[in-house]
């Protein structure tokens, strides 16, 4: 069994060495940790600015048990991460956070759901779909417009498809490769909010003020925060959040992205089993950001304040619009944060900025 | 020539892997630069955290060679990295900033207190010392007691000898090795503060609130900041930060450290041309830290705010005090900084906190 509080020293491994990684990195440094990064991709974001990379699959046997081996705490930078790596790494001892059943729920979009719902956490109306009969059946049921994901991996709007009448339910169960699927009812919402959260190994919770999202084309381009929002259904969220982390037995950070409806209805729209996108503001807005936050969850650290002391608001620098770092780095209240990636591929994540309000 | 700002994705170069070098290191990687240090102890605190160390000797010719070619942009941690190292990195066409006139001054305590008095910083009245016959005329001179120091070398309290009657001359001649010396009047002061200044490739200045310091044993313990200080004090320290930054043509961030004698009248004390101790708690207090500042210093880039939005309180933890991070880490409005140094040698840094007030 592994002692908490991890003291300084110890290191950490960090499966994903992109800029979540990264940012997990910087901030488990400051801490004192020593971190060690796998990832397949040589010179990676993260193990540019890690003690050392260990260059292989995620899956790969070898790979894991050196990190097993060498992390005293070892995490994760995104959920698609194979299951059967974290297994293999709990079963050589490792303590890894998020847990297994964290990742399962999170991989899977009917289990995710259905978690959800077990734990009291609204969501759209959704069904299973495993054949092109289910989902006629399931479009009976929702109605139309529905949309069509696969069960499994996809993100950034990538893998689903909008299915607008039954007509087109077979070319859509074609589109998304004929793999197992959800039908999910159409979100009627007026915007989209998220709750950071966090749990540490000893259940305590602490939760960062919500945000409020702006997507286009998919992919996150803004967060605001703190969100203009009522008491009650702030709390509201806050209790959403609190049911998952307990529901999972959660250790770490943990993103929560909600529908408001208006009328103080939320649904869930997804979770994140990690430091999440629309969370990067507390990195500019608060004494621990998510990341600190994070590494202090799963070291066994209490939990950091989770207070806002600014109105921040992130927005996403995608593929060639890093370009604009030099006309943002002239901006007194921006604050720039660069991932280090060479190749600006079109819509690739490559910075953000926060902008700083009410300095 | 290089051309600035330099864009993100090149390479700054760093002479010393301490935890200067890594918070360095840490800052420039946030604005998506590369960091390769330079460091003779191999797995240094900033070697760690950055893309690669080069383990050699700081006068290592080859090693020098390839940091000049692998990096747009070379700076050090510390003022007594050799002054050839300096002179043959920028004869191979290495950008080094702060350049080799900041150095030499910083380096030799003769040099420095004439070139402040130069600008127009009032010193104590001090001698240069070669040889006992000189430390006699100088203390009948100046008085006693007095302190006597090795003109170059010697930090945190070592290589200097109160005098305290002129029968102790000989001991004190004795003391610091017989080497080239300067003798200092005592300082008359009320308490010491300190400038964290920069100024960048285009001559914009950019200082930081005043920073009150408490030293124990020759050793800083702690800063706050900022110091309760009235307006025409302040722009006083202010104009002699500016005058010592526009005498070097000084790039990069540069730590003045003042006698402040309560009557209004500032004497320099010493300068070191790099980001100080004394700054830590821009960290905390600023949205631009001064480690940020430098590297958008010595990149060329636009200098940061400098508005402190948090009043600090910075304390080292010096060798088995660094222990205190359990407690330490429960404390809301402490933020931690560990250097991820394996031994915690007695008075060696090892960390340092910043309390942050009036949240």
């Known amino acids: 069994m592994t002692a908490y509080p991890l003291p300084p020293g110890s290191t950490i491994g ?28 040589e ?39 194979p299951a059967s790596s974290v297994a293999r790494l709990a079963e050589g001892g490792a303590a890894v956070a998020p847990g297994p059943r964290a990742l399962a729920v999170a991989q899977d979009r009917v289990e995710e759901k259905s978690f959800l719902n077990s734990v009291g956490a609204t969501t759209v109306d959704f069904a299973q779909v495993d054949s092109l ?42 589109a998304i490769g004929e793999r197992p699927a959800i039908l999910e009812a159409k979100a009627d919402f007026t ?17 960062y ?51 408001d409806h208006g009328d103080g209805t939320l649904l869930v729209n997804e979770i994140a089993p990690r430091v999440h996108n629309t969370g990067h503001w507390t990195q500019d807005g608060c004494v621990c950001d998510q990341f600190e936050q994070h590494i202090r969850a799963i070291a066994g650290w ?8 600014f109105r921040v608001e992130m927005t996403n620098l995608l593929g060639d619009e890093v370009d604009q770092w030099k006309a943002l780095s002239a901006e007194p209240d921006a604050r720039l944060h660069l991932y280090g990636k060479a190749e600006a591929r079109a819509g690739r994540k490559m910075a953000h900025v926060n902008r700083v309000k009410g300095l």
Chains 1, 2 share one sequence.
Request: proline letters at 4%; aromatic letters at 4%; zero cysteines.
């Open 14 to 41: 960090i499966l994903g060495g992109g800029q979540l990684g990264r940012m997990l990195s910087q901030a488990a440094s400051r801490l004192g940790f020593n971190v060690v990064i796998l990832d397949p991709e």
């Open 43 to 81: 010179n990676s974001p993260a193990g540019r600015v890690s003690q050392g990379q260990i260059v292989a699959a995620y899956d790969n046997p070898t790979a894991l048990g050196v990190l097993g081996q060498t992390a005293q705490a070892v995490t994760f930078e995104f959920e698609n991460v």
């Open 133 to 174: 009969d289910d989902l006629l059946a399931a479009l009976d049921r929702l109605g139309v417009p529905a949309l069509l994901k696969t069960r499994r991996e996809g993100y950034d709007g990538k893998g689903q498809v909008w299915v607008r009448s039954a007509d087109m339910a077979a070319d859509a169960w074609n």
């Open 191 to 207: 915007r989209e909010l998220s709750v950071i959260a966090a749990r540490g190994h000893d259940s305590g919770i602490a939760i």
């Open 209 to 259: 003020p919500l945000g409020e999202n702006i997507h286009a084309g998919g992919v996150l381009k803004t967060t605001v925060a703190p969100a203009t929002i009522d008491a009650k259904t702030e709390a509201r969220a806050k209790a959403i959040a609190t049911a998952i982390l307990e529901g999972l037995d959660y250790v770490g950070v943990l993103g929560v992205e909600l529908f």
């Open 302 to 309: 209490p939990l950091g304040p989770t207070d806002a002391h």
